[in-house]
Each structure stands twice: as C-alpha cells, then as structure tokens.
C-alpha cells in the first residue's frame, strides 16, 4: 500500500452510532453484535462524541449500576477527526503520535464520511512491512500481561488499564488450558452485564498461538481466519513470551515507515549538504573562473555577471544589472549577424562563436563567446548563460605564426613558401588565358661586403630599403618574395610579350643601383637579375625559380649590376658547376690531384731571388685542368676556401721543410689569404702550430691579402696582422690600386709589401696613367717603408719602365712562371744554396 493514498480508499462507511442518551450496555450490544471497536454518539447531523473499546477499562465493573448510565456521561469528545485526503502514513503517524485507535473522517464541509481504524490501516498496508519485518518476534509486544484465573472481573480490568494492555493472558484453570480476555471481551461482558465474577469463567479459550520464529505475515493470515485480534506469542520451549496483534503489526510498519522517512530525511540532509558543497564549489568555481559569466532573465536583463567579466570588460555587477548585453556592443556586426545568432538560439537552445566586444574604456576586442538556453521542467526558457574568453591576444597570434609562416620577418614580404603557392595559381590562371609569367630572381652585389663592413643592423635596414625600392617598381598584381639573405623573387604574371619583363628589370636594376643612405653611410650597390618565363623555361615554380637563379649567376659572371634571361645552355653550365662543386669537395677531403707551384719573386736591381708566391693547381680526373679562376671562386661561393686554404698552408711548411733537409737555403714562401680564411678567429695560432710541427722559422712563411680583406673588419684585421709580424711572418697587400685604396690604414696595419696590380704594369708604355699611379704607389711606399712588387712583368720594355719608378722586386712571365717544387728547386735554389739564407 502506498504511503500517499488518501484515507478515504481504506475507511470504513457504514458506522454505528446512537443517541447520548442511550444506555452504555446497549451501546455496548450493539458494538458487540456488530464486532466494531466504537460507536459514534449522534445528536442530529452532529457527532457529539464517540465511545471506543478501550473506553471500557473506565467502566467499573462492580458496580451493576455502571453499565446502565447513558453513553453519554461517559462517551470521548470533541471527536478526533482527519479530511478525508490525508495520506495513511499521515493517518498511522498520527494515531500513534496521539494514542488514538480511530479517527473521524470528514469531507469538505467537515461532514461526516466514515471512520478509520488501527486495523483498518494494519490490514491495509500491504504484505510490504510483513515481508521486511519478516518474523513474528520482530512485531510482538514481549513480557504480555498474564492474570490467574480466579481474579475478578473489575481487578482485572483495573491492571489491563493501568499496564495499557488492550488484551491479557489468563493462566490455566483446573484444567491447565490458557484463555485471553481483551477489550473486546470487556465490551462483550458490559453488555452481558454478568457482574464482578473471577476472570477464569470469563476468558476465551483455547488460546490461539504462533511460534516466535513464524514469519509474520502468517500470523496476520490466522487471525483474519479466525477474525481475532490477538495470537499469544510461543518459544521453542512452548512458553508464552509474547502477544501480537494488528496494533503490533502496525506499530512495527509505523516504526518501519518511520526509519523510512527518518533514512529519507537523512538522505535529503545529505544531499542539501551536498547539493550546498556543490554550490559552494560551483560558486567559488565561478568566481575564480577566467571566464566572463553573465546569466540574463528570458528577456536579457543582467541579473548576474562574475568577477571575470569585470576584468575582462571593466563594467561592474551594479552597472549591468538590469541592463541587456548590448551595451558591449562593438558596432562591427550589423543586424544580420544578430539574427543569425538568435535564430540558432531558439533552435537548438545554444549559440557558439567569436564576435567583437568594447570594453567600458572603448576599446575593442574579440571573445569566443557561447550562450545556453537554461528551460525550467516545462521546457520554457527562463534564463539564457554566457561564456566568453578574450583571444584577442590568441587570434594576434596566430595571424603572428601565419605571418611568420608565410611571410618574411623582416622585409614583411611573402617568403618562398608563400610565393610558391601564388605562383602555382598564376600557372595555372597563365595556362588557361594562354598567357605568359616571369621570374625574375634577383640578387644584390657586393651585399656581404657593406654586412661585414658596416654591420649586420645596417644590412638589415639595407634589405628593408632594398625591398621598399622593388616593390615602388613592380605593378599591383605582380608578387615580390624574400627567399632569404641577400635573394629576392619577382613573379609578373599576364604578360602578352617578353619586352615587358625586360623593361621592369632595367627599373629594378636602375632603382637598387641608386645611392642608399644608412647608418651616417652613403654607398652604392647593385643587383643580378635572372629571368625565366612560362612557359618557355618551365611549367611548374621549381624549373622556373631555378632556371632563373641560373640566369641571375649569368649576370654576375658576365659584370654584375644587369640582367639575363635564361636559355637551355645554361642549364647545362649550372649542372656543370655543381658537378665541378662536388668533385672539389671530395678533393679537399683528400688532396688529389691538388699542388702548389711556385712563382719567383726577384730584386729590380739584382735579379737575384727574393721569395716566392705559393699558387695552387688542380688536376682532375674527369675534368682535367681546372684554372684557378674558374675553381678558387666556387670554393668561395661554396665555404671550401678555408679548409683549401688550410691544405696549401700545411703543404707548403712541408715542402719547405723538404728543402732544408734535402740542403737548400729555401727562400720565403707567401701564401693567398682569402677573407673567409682570414677571419678565422685562431689564424694565428693556426700558424704557430704549423711552423712548429715542420720546425720552421717564422720569417720563411708571408702572407698575400687584398685591400677589401683588410678593409672590411679594421679592428681584427690590426689584431690579427699584428700576431702574424710577432711570429715574424711578411705580409703584403695584395692588387693595390684596384680596391678601396683607403690609404689611412696603411701607417696603421703592420704590413710590410704593396704589389702593384697587374694591370698597371701592362698598362706601362701604353698610358700615361698607368705610369702615374706606379709612380704614385712606389713613392708612397718608400715614405712608409714599404717594399713595392711590380706583378705581371712579362716584357723587357715593362721592365726597363719599372726603373723609372723606384720598384724594389719583380714578379711575373718575364722573370719565371709557376712551377712544382723539384722544377722551382732545380732553377732557383741551387743559386742561393751556397750564399746567406
């Protein structure tokens, strides 16, 4: 049975009532004859009282006259009553709350419906309490009250009330077989009237029982059987230890509903503490959350904002409440977008992505902002919750990484990846239109030269300005790209004929080769530019990007500061310098086909031998004789020169060391310098290590090095010439005249021969110039204590002029070409063996 049903399902309808002023032993007959437990008193429409089985226990039974009185001197009121819709638990609580057996049941008008008992709720709960209670010693009252048989009637009345017993045991008679006497049997006797006689006589018999180990609801089931209301509780030993009845049945449910609904209040307690903890924690969650939170009513009125939204926006809770999310209104979305986004709402009850916001202060930025539609049980939305982050910083970013992706970091040009892309689409846009494209790779002369000399800042800016003055000249639609360093790309898509590209690279040319002001410097560069075309050199980016940086080596091998365009052979001679580029690799490694000749270096005068110049050669297997102009400058392009430069040095120290043993006097030996190997931060003691490891004096090794080497870095150069002169080593200033001819540095560095380029001295006889400038230099050097080498003498008439001019040794064809070192000792060391070293 359930809980919640109303009492009027169970109560019973057809009562029994009489007037006050009816003789309690009629009532009591009436009540007897009907087996009901009470009798309602009437007075018209009106309850005026009610009289219950256990009222009897008030009734004196030894008086005769007792049973006689109107029922009602002696009957209950006011009558307790109950509507007719509270529940049975309610009913049961109260009955045993209040020691009531039966309650009155009223409807709307407080008329009288019918009436409700214990029983009534016992035999209608259920088999529900039965089966938990389980046996019939979980539900009886133990220690019942026992009486002798020879007890009078009024006594025993007298104990059953004052122990509140509504039924008692009455021990064996002669016969030794148990009875009960219960109100019931009192109610009986009061109408009977059989006056005050020994209990014995009076009892009923036989005694029905049940063992203490029976399950409960077969207890219930017998005394429905035999419609009795109470079964003497038996043990094993077959003791009476018990009474159990439908008031015992329904006090253990009572008790039962009663841990129920005290467990159920334990578990609601449990779980507002929960439910509090939670919030708790909901709360400080939200409080601490970096997340504006704003919560709005149906209609969009602020009703809650959390501390994140206050730092994100700068509006507090108290200027907000009430006021709708517009006020952060960016002005960057027009209706539309509004729509757009409550439409979604509506539908599907939540809204997510990233809209434009002003903050109180004005200014503007982008949230990733998601609103939920909060429904009540009916599904009606009562309150709308919005999340928002601020990514301003996240979406600069990201467009930070893509620029840096695509975009170069310091020019802000498209970088290869970016201009590969463009470029397959303009293929594609040239392929459809049936037009043509140009490449044009470009790359700036001399770059490294103004880096080293003015530092990289200055190059920095070089290449900002440098990229400023191209894009000036390149039309809108046309792409330029930063590759890296000093390399740049052009992409000119739609052109109808090949003279276009041609006139956009003399701009390019003309407008880089226009002096640039940096760093308090004024100078001057130029740019090689190499240009293929779509789709004549190539149908894809890679066949045209590279097809162009090998016209752009063109341009620099045939002058620098111009363009080329691109033809098939020189794809050719491309392949053929990376081949020639890798067979000089595996030769440093190994040293084959690798040797030093030596050139002489004499006195004007004299003719007798000075030093020498240590020139290298290269022989290869595949390629033959390499000159050194076509492979010293790849080993510079290509970072070889240093460890060449590194295997000439050791061979030469080996070589004159060689000398010495086989008995000549070798004579000092100079050695090219290129600026990479130059510096080389332990040049010095690169030095040191090989002299000492071939046991050679100092002054049998010099050192040749052009006028821009020195130039370029001032300070390390002075340092570095210095620990050269200290070992003693010679050094001379190699082509003087044809670089800056800066001639401060020159009473600076320790340095101590100039060598007139070769092309003065062949310029002798020819130009008055020439002979000037030889003039000039000579001079010079003899104020500074220089010794002056004439280079490239290859005539007699070259060298009858050099004696005009003061010039102290002679190199060149005239005086001895380069030979191996058994042909330099054959001719040159046997003269001064035997004199001075």
Not at 1 to 16: A, C, F, K, N, Y
Not at 255 to 269: C, G, P, S
Not at 273 to 280: A, P, T, V
Not at 314 to 337: C, K, N, W
Request: glycine share 8%.
């Amino acid at each position: 049975m359930s809980h919640d049903l109303p009492i009027e399902r169970i109560m019973q309808t057809g009562l029994l009532s009489c007037g006050p002023d009816t003789p309690l032993c009629e009532a009591a007959a009436r009540m007897a004859a009907r087996r009901c437990s009470s009798i309602l008193v009437m007075q018209g429409e009106r309850a005026l009282g009610i009289w219950t089985e256990h009222d009897v226990f008030r009734v004196d039974f030894a008086d005769p006259a007792a049973v006689r009185v109107p029922i009602g001197e002696v009957m209950s009121t006011p009558v307790a009553s109950l509507h007719r819709t509270t529940p049975v638990a309610e009913a049961a609580a109260r009955l045993h709350a209040e020691g009531r057996r039966h309650f009155l049941v009223v409807g709307d008008a407080d008329e009288v419906l019918g009436i409700i008992t214990q029983t009534d709720l016992a035999l209608n709960q259920g088999i529900e309490p039965y089966l938990r209670l389980r046996e019939v010693r979980c539900a009886m009252r133990a220690r019942p009250l026992v009486l002798p048989a020879g007890l009078l009637l009024a006594e025993a009345a007298r104990r059953m009330r004052r122990s509140g017993d509504e039924a008692a045991v009455v021990a064996g008679d002669d016969t030794g077989e148990l009875g009960i006497v219960t109100e019931r049997d009192l109610v009986r006797f009061i109408a009977d009237h059989p006056g005050n006689t020994p209990i014995g006589a009076l009892a009923s018999r036989p005694l029905l029982t049940v063992g203490e180990q029976e399950m409960l609801i077969h207890a219930r089931d017998r005394l429905i059987d035999n419609q009795m209301r109470h079964l003497a509780v038996l043990d094993e030993a077959g003791r009476v230890v018990g009474l159990v009845g439908f008031r015992d049945m329904l006090a253990g449910a009572e008790n039962l509903y009663l841990e129920d609904l005290r467990e159920a209040l334990e578990q609601r307690d449990r779980a507002l503490s929960q439910s509090r903890q939670h919030l708790q924690l909901a709360e400080r969650v939200i409080e601490a959350s970096l997340e504006g939170i704003i919560i709005t009513d149906a209609r969009s009125r602020i009703e809650f904002v959390n501390p994140a939204f206050t730092r994100l926006t700068g509006y507090s809770l108290e200027e907000v409440v009430g006021r709708t999310p517009a006020l952060l209104s960016s002005g960057r979305h027009d209706a539309d977008f509004y729509h757009a986004m409550w439409q979604e709402l509506q539908a599907h009850g939540y809204w997510r992505g990233e809209i434009w916001n002003r903050r109180k202060s004005g200014q503007l930025f982008l949230e990733q902002l998601t609103i939920t539609a909060i429904t009540d049980d009916q599904g009606v939305t009562n309150h709308y919750a919005a999340l928002f982050t601020d990514i301003t910083q996240l979406r600069e970013n990201e467009e930070r990484v893509r620029r840096l992706a695509y975009y170069d970091a310091l020019t802000g040009l498209p970088n290869r990846r970016l201009l590969e892309d463009r470029l397959e689409l303009a293929i594609r846009h040239a392929h459809r239109q049936e037009q043509r494209l140009a490449v044009i790779f470009i790359d700036l002369d001399h770059f490294k030269q103004v880096n080293d000399t003015l530092g990289h800042a200055v190059g920095d800016e070089l290449l900002v300005k440098v990229a400023e003055r191209l894009a000036h000249r390149l039309r809108e639609d046309d792409t330029l790209a930063r590759l890296g360093g000093d390399e740049f790309i052009v992409m000119l898509p739609e052109l109808d004929e090949p003279d276009e590209v041609t006139r956009v690279a003399r701009r390019l040319v003309e407008g880089i080769s226009e002096p640039f002001t940096l760093g308090g410097h004024e100078f001057r560069i130029g740019c090689s530019l190499g240009i293929s075309l779509y789709p004549d050199d190539g149908d894809s980016p890679e066949p045209l990007v590279r097809n162009a940086d090998a016209a752009m080596y063109r341009a620099k091998q045939e002058g620098r500061n111009t363009y080329r365009l691109y033809h098939a052979g020189m794809h050719v001679q491309h392949h053929q310098q990376l081949a020639l580029e890798t067979a000089l690799r595996n030769t440093v490694e190994s040293g084959e086909g690798l040797e030093v000749h030596y050139q002489p270096l004499v006195t004007h005068d004299a003719g007798g031998l000075h030093s020498a110049e240590a020139l290298l050669r290269w022989t290869h297997p595949e390629f033959g004789v390499v000159t050194p102009g076509e492979f010293i400058p790849l080993a510079e392009r290509s970072g070889l020169i240093v460890p060449l430069g590194e295997w000439v040095m050791a061979r030469v120290c080996r070589q004159l060391a060689e000398w010495r043993r086989a008995g000549f006097s070798p004579a000092p030996v100079a050695i090219n310098l290129a600026a990479q190997q130059f510096v080389q931060p332990d040049l010095v003691e690169r030095v040191q290590a090989q002299l000492a490891a071939h046991d050679l004096p100092g002054h049998l090794l010099g050192f040749e090095l052009t006028e821009s080497t020195l130039v370029e870095r001032p300070d390390q150069a002075r340092e570095t010439l210095q620990g050269l002169s200290d070992i003693p080593c010679h050094v001379a200033i190699d082509d003087f005249g044809t670089g800056y001819s800066s001639l401060s540095y020159l009473h600076e560095l320790p340095v101590s021969i100039l060598k007139i380029d070769r092309s003065f001295i062949q310029g002798l006889g020819a130009t008055r110039h020439s002979g000037a400038i030889v003039a000039a230099v000579s001079g010079m050097a003899r104020e500074l204590g220089l010794s002056v080498v004439a280079e490239g003498v290859e005539t007699e008439a070259q060298h009858r002029a050099l004696g005009r001019y003061g010039v102290d040794l002679i190199q060149g064809y005239l005086i001895g070409r380069p030979v191996d070192a058994d042909e330099f000792a054959r001719q040159w060391l046997p003269a001064v063996a035997t004199g001075p070293a």
